[in-house]
């Protein structure tokens, strides 16, 4: 099975999303969550070193998954848009800071972080019967709105696995390319973050 990256029939930005475009990617994200773990662990296993990863639910595989993301993380080059965006303009002498300060995920990595959050919200799931799967819904355009998370019904716990996983990679990129503010980005440590999350569970 070939690896193909994850494509949204309503794109993704989430808090754009009417609530009938955030059914739409929800279901899309849940019928599609089989096939793309599968797709992912055969990523992983093809990596010199890490030929034996399984995702089996353990934490033995939470703690691979990290160290194999950290491995796979990208930048990309940026677009004539984001250059604009970010003031990249002629004659600007701040050029060359705001370019090498300004990384974006590469769209491999940013789909390698679906797919991991996928398996990181399954887990928690499993583990923890009081959670489910369901769409973000309050405060209506906060962090989580739109998005699928995993929530106990009262809200006590949310996480968006998706979110927290791209982000805190996002960072470790930014670290690891010099961004001056990231210096803790370097502990990226998939398991670590499994046992916070948990944590916030128990009442």
Not at 39 to 67: C, H, K, N, Y
Not at 143 to 151: G, Q
């Amino acid at each position: 099975m070939p690896y193909t990256l994850f494509t949204s029939p309503v794109g993704f930005n989430c808090i754009e999303m009417t609530r009938t475009q955030a059914k739409q990617f929800f279901e899309h994200f849940m019928n599609q969550m089989p096939e793309r773990i599968q797709m992912l662990s055969l990523e992983v296993r093809e990596t010199s070193g890490f030929e034996a990863w399984i995702p089996d639910g353990s934490e033995q595989s939470v703690l691979g998954l990290g160290l194999w993301l950290k491995d796979q993380a990208k930048a990309r080059e940026l677009t004539e848009e984001d250059r604009q965006q970010i003031g990249i303009i002629d004659d600007n002498p701040l050029n060359e800071w705001i370019a090498r300060t300004h990384i974006e995920m590469s769209a491999k990595t940013y789909s390698y972080s679906i797919d991991s959050g996928m398996y990181f919200g399954e887990i928690i799931r499993t583990r923890h019967p009081a959670t489910a799967w369901r769409i973000g819904s309050k405060p209506k355009r906060g962090v989580n709105y739109n998005r699928p998370v995993v929530a106990t019904e009262d809200d006590y716990f949310i996480i968006d696995p998706v979110g927290w996983i791209a982000n805190s990679l996002h960072g470790y990129l930014l670290y690891r390319h010099g961004v001056p503010g990231y210096a803790s980005a370097r502990n990226f440590d998939l398991l670590r973050d499994l046992h916070e999350r948990e944590r916030h569970i128990q009442r």
